[in-house]
């Protein structure tokens, strides 16, 4: 199975996956800028050092997800769910319904 990441405007593919899901994916120093990530699984994915910036994040489960030196900026990160910590020392707590 394969997952396609999407560019959230133009729905460009911008990464394919050879995947069932993208729980404990290791997505390091990937380009997802303005991906659509919305309601994705990424639990205990590696994200270190990925570009983010601008993705739509929203209703995503972080939790455990690994965003040390990520870039986040622009981020929509409304509901997603988790805790992790980026940048090495800030820790961002999201809460949301266990499911």
Do not use: P
């Not at 560019?7 to 995947?19: F, P």
């Not at 899901?21 to 205990?44: C, F, G, I, M, S």
């Not at 994040?57 to 997800?65: K, T, V, Y």
């Amino acid at each position: 199975m394969t997952i396609e990441i999407k560019h959230k405007t133009t729905g460009e593919v911008l990464l394919k996956v050879k995947a069932k899901t993208l729980k404990y994916a290791d997505l390091r120093h990937v380009d997802l800028r303005e991906a659509d990530l919305r309601e994705a699984d990424l639990r205990y994915a590696d994200l270190s050092r990925a570009n983010l910036s601008w993705a739509d994040l929203s209703e995503a489960d972080l939790r455990g997800a690994d965003l040390r030196g990520a870039d986040l900026r622009g981020a929509d990160l409304s509901e997603a769910k988790g805790e992790f910590i980026f940048n090495g020392n800030v820790k961002l707590k999201v809460v949301g319904e266990e499911k």
